[in-house]
């Protein structure tokens, strides 16, 4: 529908004195329900818009999880807990105004500033947009949650159908299973479970040649593989053929970040001269784009061995902004397409599986330092596995050997900097899943240092040296009162672990320690085979130790076990081949990053 038909239709909306009391008596609801609850203004403004309450609450929990944010923006223009876009957003037409808020502003006759910084007022603007889409899209007042497919479609602002049928499913996934929490406000919210609410239709299975389970909206954006223009050597890029599916040879799944905006990763992705990975995900409502066939190799991850191994899913976003882009509506597709591939690759739901780019090892002693670290530590990876239904739980008691990483995310909020231009620059107070390692059981103490790097560890948000996230298992060093020591980088690191406010979990896993008789042992950013394993016609990869060590009796938790094996691709149009030896390794939490040992190293112990 053109713009100036949109605006005649919604004509005798605005003009309805029954959608709309004058401001001022807006004004004074929405105040008193922000001074009683977030809570009550759901249902407040549910009541004057015509809004299911329920589906409300489950909008909002979608776009924001009822956070506000102390009504600053995300890196998006989103506000409040419905997350609503200011006027440089693209959006939907459903009032006059370009993005969300400017659309709220007129529907509503609220000014843009209290949208923005009143939580209440958010939530009425959001039911003010829900009620315009529900009688755009011809649906009749008063009518129940299942009516609502066609509002929300249109609410979600997805450029593609499939993408907003997959937005109105996903809401009423989260209007069966029901949801409890307390925001950043303090405010506890409620929405409860109807398990009467309408299933997905089905309608968002994916398109071309994409590989996605069908509960997602998915497109296939290919990445070229191609000869690139002017090279006289032959290269070509941005990714290698290969047979994955018959070698079997998927073994992780990387979470990355894009630090970009969708339209640019999907523009990078399409040079043939850039790098490429598996998947992306879209901030706004979890739209998937996949560029590489799963069978090939993706150059992804800054470690040969791991493009190897893995499939790559960037997530539109910046880990130095908080609030960005990190949505409940990707949070949950994500989850969804990381479910289907383990599944389909029999990858176990762990953190030594399931990785972060921040986890991936330098590949060579030169490499160490130039490694990535997104998602980074905003990323909350607890969410993340709950929905992936492998929740991070205890499963020994107060002596276990080993435990878990496990702060209370929404509470725990250690001090970084550097998410500004300067990297002494504090970062915006946020919640994180992240431990701070020390030296000694004293928060005074200095950080552990990360000899790889070869530099004082910081709490300089990029920093990864002394740092331990969400679902990482370590073998307990020593118990000190509230104080935790783990075995980290080849030391003892300690973390605060009060029993009022335990940021881990106790629990039990197989570990390994070096061999009887020695002082030491090399760990490894690659499980590459040993010399004899590769044919003539293939160059020997170099089997290097990174710049770390096991030292006897210190204890890791194993991971993978694996022989190991080198995937070779050098001619354009062949897919690659897997060269395998005899030398097994073990994978191993290490320290932020994974690491490999050999098993001719090590002795392993019962969990």
Request: hydrophobic share 35%.
């Amino acid at each position: 529908m053109a713009a100036a038909a949109l605006l005649l239709a919604l004509a005798p909306l605005a003009a309805s004195a029954d959608a709309f009391a004058p401001v001022s008596a807006l004004r004074t609801r929405t105040a008193h329900a922000a001074a009683d609850s977030l809570q009550r203004a759901f249902g407040t403004a549910a009541e004057r818009y015509g809004v299911p309450a329920d589906l409300l609450l489950a909008v909002s929990y979608l776009r924001s999880r009822w956070d506000s944010h102390g009504g600053a923006p995300s890196v998006g223009g989103g506000y409040g807990p419905m997350h609503l876009t200011d006027a440089r957003t693209p959006w939907p037409r459903l009032a006059p105004g370009a993005g969300m808020l400017a659309q709220a502003a007129a529907l509503t006759g609220l000014p843009e500033e209290e949208l923005r910084t009143d939580p209440a007022a958010n939530v009425h603007g959001g039911a003010a947009l829900l009620a315009a889409a529900h009688r755009l899209t011809g649906g009749a007042p008063g009518t129940g949650p299942e009516h609502w497919r066609g509002a929300l479609a249109r609410f979600s602002g997805a450029r593609e159908p499939a993408a907003a049928r997959a937005y109105a499913d996903e809401v009423h996934a989260v209007l069966r299973e029901g949801q409890r929490r307390t925001n950043d406000d303090g405010q506890h919210v409620v929405l409860r479970a109807d398990r009467s609410a309408a299933p997905a239709t089905g309608a968002a299975a994916p398109t071309g040649s994409a590989e996605c389970p069908a509960t997602v909206s998915c497109e296939w954006v290919p990445a070229p593989y191609k000869r690139l223009d002017g090279s006289s050597d032959g290269d070509f890029g941005n990714h290698d053929l290969a047979d994955r599916d018959r070698t079997g040879s998927v073994d992780y799944i990387v979470v990355h970040d894009t630090e970009g905006s969708w339209n640019t990763a999907l523009r990078l992705v399409q040079r043939p001269d850039y790098v490429s990975w598996q998947y992306t995900l879209r901030s706004s409502d979890g739209h998937v784009a996949q560029h590489v066939p799963l069978k090939d190799v993706a150059w992804h991850a800054g470690n040969w061995y791991t493009n190897a191994t893995s499939v790559g899913l960037e997530h539109e976003g910046f880990l130095t902004a908080p609030d960005a882009w990190y949505t409940e509506a990707m949070y949950r597709t994500s989850a969804r397409l990381t479910r289907h591939l383990a599944e389909r690759y029999d990858i176990p739901l762990d953190r030594l599986h399931v990785i972060g780019h921040d986890n991936v090892p330098g590949g060579t002693p030169e490499a160490v330092r130039g490694m990535h670290t997104d998602p980074g530590p905003y990323w909350d990876w607890a969410h993340y596995f709950e929905l992936l239904g492998r929740p991070f739980v205890a499963t020994a008691g107060p002596d276990s050997a080993v435990v878990t990483v496990r702060p209370r995310y929404e509470t725990h909020r250690p001090a970084y900097t550097g998410c500004g231009k300067q990297a002494a620059q504090p970062c915006p107070g946020h919640a994180s899943g992240a431990v701070r390692l020390h030296t000694a059981p004293d928060a005074e103490a200095p950080l552990v240092r990360d000899a790889g790097r070869g530099r004082d560890s910081t709490i300089q948000v990029n920093d990864t040296g002394a740092r331990a996230s969400t679902g990482q298992s370590f073998a307990v060093a020593e118990r000190r009162g509230d104080w935790t020591a783990i075995w980290y980088l080849g030391q003892k690191a300690w973390f605060a672990n009060p029993a009022a406010r335990p940021t881990a979990v106790n629990t039990g896993a197989p570990l390994l320690t070096p061999r009887e008789g020695r002082e030491s042992i090399a760990v490894y950013g690659r499980a590459y085979p040993e010399e004899s394993a590769y044919p003539a016609d293939v160059p020997a990869q170099p089997v290097v130790p990174l710049p770390y060590r096991v030292p006897a009796g210190q204890r890791y938790v194993i991971g993978e076990r694996t022989r190991g094996a080198y995937f070779h691709a050098k001619e354009f149009g062949k897919p690659g081949r897997v060269i395998r030896g005899e030398e097994v390794y073990y994978e191993i939490q290490y320290g932020h990053r994974i690491g490999y040992v050999k098993e001719s190293d090590v002795r392993v112990l019962g969990g």
